[in-house]
């Protein structure tokens, strides 16, 4: 049987795929031209006419090829083996039969991925898992895909976003593994995803091979956020799955959001760690929109606020709406007063689903002229607030200072320049870290004028100088004037 180099390259990459992916190999992921497809379709139609009931191994890799390609190329969503023999220009019920018994014993042989469903065994279930996805269904495919970048993603490609969005979809496909569509309860509305957004046998081979096939997912949402910024997409494969998207065309349609490709519309400020926050001298905590498994998002969700162990505010949390992950809100809560020891936990039913633990424990928070909370390592030389317990003093030195009291804590306005330091709780910090090293004050240094002993030199002073004797930030204890290590 006369093969092209074409066919002959893609058996041998079958042989590769397997023997480096293992179990996790998808004959799908094996990247054929249209001609190399006509070919083994014709190939496999000769094989068949010869009605061999003893198949090798390269016939049964040829056959189950043409099935795979099929499904990718040729598939439209109906009745499959029917559709596959009229390809072939042969007799249904011999490809059905020789196909099923082929393809079964080529992926168990090879232990690859074959689906045996809770009642039977599902042959066009495997085959178009290997397919990954068809390309019939990848006009619907993106169409999700966008829904999920406009509300899961929010309009934006973050790589810590993708990636949980990722591993969330691998925890949800593997629940609904058995399911055509996903249906969920969310806080007592039902939602559905359909099949044909989101195929079973993609679904499948995103569990069963999540390497590859999150992989594709990732960079589809990163052409996806190239276009709605108005980017050129920058191809990575040009593969199948970038043909089609360059092809597909996106339509707002109204119903994900009122801004087009091409830009963003005004959101609020997004950020993922939870943070301290002051407006008009009051202090809130800023919480970030929490993902909630797909396990407690028919129940009530109760947000947890304490100081030590003594709750002092609960609320309930509504989930944001969602293609696919779903999120708390984003919360700004009002404290009541500082404290050194607070502490927040996101509660489903009897379950606490996240909890901050000591992540928000500070002896003193530091805020930039806009209210946001400021890292103290990354001062710079514009004006702060400092929150302290109301007996805890901010020294400074090189740095005007405004302090307002309240029930049980201070609020210290500093105006820093580039050689400020702040003491807080016997902790050093500076704009400048050159501030923090140690020096002898050059003010009544005589210039020019020095004494030699031996190899030593020695400057003259008019006047006792001081010396400053400096540590960084959390390295440092202060007694009097004088910072030792």
């Keep these: 049987m006369f093969k092209s180099d074409k066919v002959k390259k893609a058996l041998v990459d079958i042989s590769k795929g397997i023997k480096i992916d293992k179990e996790k190999f998808l004959l799908g992921t094996i990247e054929i031209c249209l001609e190399t497809y006509e070919e083994i379709i014709n190939l496999t139609n000769g094989l068949l006419k010869r009605n061999n009931y003893f198949w090798n191994t390269e016939e049964k890799e040829l056959i189950s090829m043409a099935l795979v390609t099929f499904a990718i190329n040729d598939y439209g969503g109906g009745r499959f083996w029917s559709e596959f023999a009229e390809k072939l220009r042969y007799d249904t019920s011999e490809v059905t039969r020789i196909g099923k018994e082929v393809f ?50 929010e ?35 039902k939602m559905t995803i359909a099949n044909q957004q989101l195929p079973k046998a993609f679904r499948l081979a995103f569990v069963k091979s999540p390497q590859k096939v999150a992989t594709i997912l990732e960079r589809l949402l990163l052409y996806i956020n190239q276009r709605n910024y108005g980017q050129m997409v920058e191809y990575l ?19 994900v959001g009122p801004n087009k490709w091409g830009g963003k519309s005004q959101s609020s400020k997004k950020f993922i760690t939870a943070q301290y926050y002051i407006e008009n001298e009051e202090i809130y905590l800023q919480l970030p929109r929490q993902i909630i498994d797909s396990d407690y998002i028919n129940h009530n969700i109760y947000l947890q606020i304490s100081f030590g162990s003594q709750v002092i505010h609960e609320q309930e949390l509504t989930l944001t709406k969602s293609r696919l992950l779903f999120k708390t809100e984003q919360e700004l809560v009002k404290l009541p007063s500082f404290n050194t020891e607070i502490s927040y936990k996101i509660i489903a ?41 109301y007996d805890s003093e901010v020294l400074t030195d090189d740095a005007e200072t405004i302090v307002l009291k309240y029930g049980t804590y201070r609020i210290t306005t500093v105006f820093l320049n580039e050689e400020s330091l702040i ?16 020096e002898v004050e050059d ?43």
């Design 423 to 438: 003491i807080i709780n016997n902790k050093v910090l500076s704009p400048n870290v050159a501030s923090l090293k140690t």
């Design 104 to 153: 079964e014993n080529f992926c168990i042989s090879n232990n690859l991925y074959f689906h045996v469903g809770n009642k039977n065994k599902g042959y066009v279930t495997s085959i178009l898992c290997h397919a990954i996805i068809p390309n019939s269904n990848l006009p619907r495919f993106f169409d999700f895909l966008q829904d999920l970048y406009f509300k899961d993603l």
């Design 349 to 389: 039913g009897p379950n606490t689903i996240h909890a901050s633990k000591g992540s928000l424990n500070r002896e003193f928070i530091i805020f930039d002229h806009e209210g946001n909370e400021v890292n103290p390592r990354k001062l710079t030389d514009e004006t702060i607030k400092v929150v302290t317990p």
């Design 237 to 255: 494969e040009q593969d199948r799955f970038d043909i089609f998207f360059d092809h597909h065309r996106f339509e707002m349609n109204g119903k």
């Design 443 to 485: 003010k009544y240094r005589y210039p020019g004028i020095v004494i030699e002993e031996s190899t030593k030199q020695y400057s003259v002073y008019s006047k006792i100088p001081t010396i400053k004797l400096r540590m960084p930030y959390g390295k440092s204890t202060v007694y009097g004037n004088l910072k030792l290590p």
């Design 155 to 189: 309009e934006d490609y973050i790589d810590q976003e993708v990636e949980e969005l990722i591993q969330y979809m691998q925890k949800l496909f593997t629940k609904y593994i058995e399911d055509d569509d996903i249906s969920l309860v969310v806080q007592g509305s």
